[in-house]
């Protein structure tokens, strides 16, 4: 079975850095594009950061020159680096994965458990 574990997340002030890890595991054959969204209470999921295994990134623009996204192919995992956190980055951020898993051999898109990021004023 094929799973995303995310890591990372919490309370911190204003203006403050945290890095989210989320890594897949299980029969993966590849992965395509690996990302962030995130939703605040009350508004929809929104994508924060994606990046492909080639490492083309996407950025949202409200969080364009603060966040970073990266992976490390080898170990099926995605990063995000949050610096210059505001009150308006408060959200339960999600990883998602778009693979091909190999047994049995399919394409699949698959969500982490949510990672509550808290920024207080």
């Known amino acids: 079975q094929v799973q995303l574990v995310e890591s990372g997340g919490g309370l911190v002030q204003a203006g403050g850095s945290l890095r989210l890890s989320c890594a897949a595991s299980g029969s993966i054959h590849s992965i395509n594009t690996m990302g962030w969204y995130r939703q605040a209470p009350g508004k929809q999921r929104e994508l924060v950061a994606s990046?492909?295994?080639?490492?083309?990134?996407n950025y949202a623009d409200s969080v364009k020159g603060r966040f970073t996204i990266s992976r490390d192919n080898a170990k099926n995992t995605v990063y995000l680096i949050m610096n210059s956190l505001k009150v308006e980055d408060t959200a339960v951020y999600y990883c998602n994965a778009k693979l091909l898993s190999i047994a049995p051999l399919r394409l699949l898109e698959l969500w982490g458990q949510g990672t509550l990021v808290t920024v207080s004023a």
């Open positions: 990046i492909t295994s080639g490492g083309i990134t």
